[in-house]
């Protein structure tokens, strides 16, 4: 049977302006069908939420109380994990085994933003004036605009709306068009957690009427956006008519750097977690692997082995480690950088090829770039199974090849010398550094990119103050009168 899903505006579910078909990526059939927002649904959200941020509902809230929305929201979507994962690794392919112990821990990202919500406080300035107090206050920005991509859409939408909320913020969070249930789904947990109509709004739709409308909108204050570096143009380009506050997570080309004295069994399952879990399909993949050259070929060869004994099947086997891609168009694009990567000379080692069947299945693939620095698929975010690999032979060659890329979002570095992983984390130019691990997140640990991996951080509790607008207060504390109306206190 199709699913039916809804949108969910100022505390009301409503069918959308049409409705389009969503695909599920490991059968290649219609599994549902989904609501689109156009300009009107997209005017209305953003009504319903300039609304409510002065509707004494919300804004009338004590910080605790917001907190305690956030608290409840965490418990709901704890004990609704198994049916988001289903509709997750339904609409999008990805395995069941990740899903649903990412959802699981989605709830402790809006806990630690709930115990944040009264922990955000303003400062006293000793100003230079002996008559004067002056104050600051931290207020809530205004309504935000938060955008996603397809991929782990609870969990990136967790880090804008858990500190968003925290703030006191509004929210039109706009799910992805390629799979929107997980989102769409959730919008009945916050309407159970009794958050006032308006605060929390979730549509879908796609990009010149949904995705564009909302990011120019004039009443959004500030647009948190995930995805890729070409949307993020369009959407700093429409930020120009609203001056709205932009935050920035894009994609990466992350490398992973293995040292000679590095754990190689850690080394050879981190680097499959990198870039075969979640099929490739992660901001983080690890997708640049660089050797040091005397361990090359026993590194590859254990390397290879493991990738071939990889588990593909259908996402929602719990046995199953590798599902499809999310669209077919995903497949066309891995397909033609692998092929044009082999012409430029890249050399495969296992896989290059997409699955026979009806799922948008792509083989786990390894090519040896090290004849072919500038082969596509070492240049270019391919968002899928691929791992270039290249070598280097001095610590300053792997730096130099690591930050030979213009994004910067995340690394890995393997070794055992304890000053050498040192010096490498102040080298490398990415956001994040893994020692001797790969793919660890947490809700207290700030995420973001260098380059063109994006700016602003999200996570950690830095990231609730990007919500937040700075009011200063001037107290005039003398009773004299104001004399000279010419002369600046
Ligand atoms: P995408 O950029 O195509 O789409 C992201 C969102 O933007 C979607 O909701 C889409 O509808 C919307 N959008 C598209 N055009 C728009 C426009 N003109 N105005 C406003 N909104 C618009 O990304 P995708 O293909 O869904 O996801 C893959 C990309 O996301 C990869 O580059 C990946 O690295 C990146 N990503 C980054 C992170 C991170 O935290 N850094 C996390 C996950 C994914």
């Known amino acids: 049977m199709t699913s039916v899903f809804q949108l969910y505006i100022n505390g009301q579910f409503e069918a959308g302006a049409?409705?389009?078909n969503s695909i599920n990526p490991a059968t290649g059939q219609v599994w549902a069908v989904m609501p689109e927002a156009r300009t009107d649904e997209v005017n209305r959200a953003v009504d319903a939420a300039q609304q409510a941020l002065s509707n004494l509902e919300w804004a009338g809230l004590t910080a605790s109380q917001r907190g305690k929305l956030l608290y409840k929201l965490a418990d709901l979507i704890e004990q609704a994990a198994p049916r988001l994962a289903e509709f997750e690794t339904q609409d999008t392919g990805k395995i069941i085994r990740e899903t649903s112990s990412q959802i699981a821990y989605v709830a402790q990202y809006y806990r630690y933003?709930?115990?944040?919500?009264?922990?955000?406080?303003?400062?006293?300035?000793?100003?230079?004036?002996?008559?004067?107090?002056?104050?600051?206050?931290?207020?809530?920005?205004?309504?935000?605009?938060?955008?996603?991509?397809?991929?782990?859409?609870?969990?990136?939408?967790?880090v804008k709306l858990g500190p968003a909320l925290a703030a006191g913020c509004t929210v039109v969070l706009k799910?992805?068009?390629?799979?929107p249930a997980p989102l769409l789904e959730f919008a009945k947990l916050v309407h159970a957690a009794g958050f006032p109509a308006g605060v929390v709004n979730i549509i879908t739709g796609f990009a010149p009427e949904c995705g564009a409308?909302?990011?120019?909108?004039?009443?959004?204050?500030?647009?948190?956006?995930?995805?890729?570096?070409?949307?993020?143009?369009h959407i700093v380009k429409n930020s120009a008519e609203n001056l709205a506050k932009v935050s920035l997570e894009l994609g990466g080309k992350s490398p992973i750097i293995v040292f000679a004295d590095a754990d190689l069994q850690s080394a050879v399952n981190a680097q499959v977690a990198a870039i075969f879990a979640a099929t490739g399909q992660s901001c983080v993949a690890g997708s640049r692997l660089l050797i040091e050259e005397s361990i090359k070929d026993q590194f590859l060869e254990k390397l290879v082995e493991r990738v071939q004994r990889i588990r593909i099947g259908l996402p929602e086997d719990h046995a199953t480690e590798f599902g499809p891609l999310c669209t077919l168009r995903q497949r066309e694009k891995i397909e033609q950088i692998v092929q044009v990567s082999v012409q430029q000379g890249a050399k495969l080692l296992t896989g290059g090829y997409a699955i026979a069947g009806d799922g948008?299945?792509?083989?786990?693939?390894?090519?040896?770039?090290?004849?072919?620095?500038?082969?596509?698929?070492?240049?270019?975010?391919?968002?899928?199974?691929?791992?270039?690999?290249?070598?280097f032979s001095t610590e300053q060659e792997a730096v130099q090849k690591a930050n030979s890329t213009p994004y910067g979002l995340a690394s890995g570095v393997f070794t055992q010398n304890l000053t050498r992983a040192h010096r490498m984390t102040k080298a490398i130019r990415a956001g994040i550094v893994w020692l001797n691990t790969y793919r660890a997140v947490s809700p207290l640990a700030p995420f973001g990119g260098y380059g063109i991996s994006g700016h602003g951080r999200e996570g950690g509790l830095d990231a609730v103050l990007d919500y937040t607008a700075t009011k200063t207060v001037w107290l005039r504390t003398s009773d004299d009168p104001i004399d000279d109306p010419f002369v600046m206190r």
């Open 18 to 20: 049409a409705s389009f």
């Open 113 to 158: 933003y709930a115990g944040v919500a009264d922990k955000i406080q303003g400062s006293f300035i000793p100003v230079d004036k002996p008559d004067m107090q002056v104050w600051t206050v931290r207020e809530p920005v205004g309504v935000i605009a938060a955008i996603v991509p397809w991929n782990s859409q609870l969990f990136l939408s967790a």
């Open 175 to 179: 799910a992805s068009e390629e799979a």
């Open 213 to 233: 409308v909302l990011s120019s909108h004039p009443q959004v204050a500030h647009v948190a956006f995930t995805g890729g570096p070409e949307t993020a143009k």
């Open 360 to 391: 948008f299945y792509y083989a786990p693939t390894i090519l040896d770039c090290s004849a072919a620095p500038q082969a596509e698929c070492i240049t270019h975010e391919l968002f899928g199974p691929v791992l270039s690999v290249d070598t």
